[in-house]
């Protein structure tokens, strides 16, 4: 699986981004996908998962409200909407595939990664 992540950049806080991630290649009929983030000096964490289908998502506490996550199964995209944005946003966001048919937050359970892109939160 091959996964090309977007939409990364400089915002203010306050605002909004959406973030995108198209994969290609053998996805699997059942899979989910995730979002997770690093910011500098620190582990990566999970942000947000959906299932193939969308019925099942999961969200770190801290984006709760603030972030959504979707998916277009036709175009084997994912979404990550940003809004009210903070300077703790700020980090590199990667997209990952997971074999699991539920969303999942350990990383360790995603075979493919995108390569990240850039999300910095002014105050």
């Known amino acids: 699986v091959q996964l090309q992540a977007s939409g990364g950049g400089l915002v203010q806080a306050g605002g909004s981004l959406r973030l995108s991630c198209a994969a290609s290649g053998r996805t699997f009929s059942s899979y989910s996908m995730g979002w997770f983030r690093q910011a500098p000096g620190k582990e990566r964490e999970f942000v947000a998962a959906i299932s193939r289908t969308g019925g099942s998502t999961r969200y770190t506490d801290s984006v709760k409200g603030r972030f959504t996550i979707s998916g277009d199964n036709a175009e084997n995209t994912v979404y990550l909407q940003m809004n009210s944005v903070k300077p703790e946003d700020t980090a590199v966001y990667y997209c990952?595939?997971?074999?699991?048919?539920?969303?999942?937050?350990?990383?360790?359970?995603?075979?493919?990664w995108g390569q990240g892109t850039l999300v910095t939160v002014s105050s």
């Open positions: 990952g595939h997971s074999g699991s048919i539920v969303p999942v937050t350990n990383p360790h359970l995603y075979g493919s």
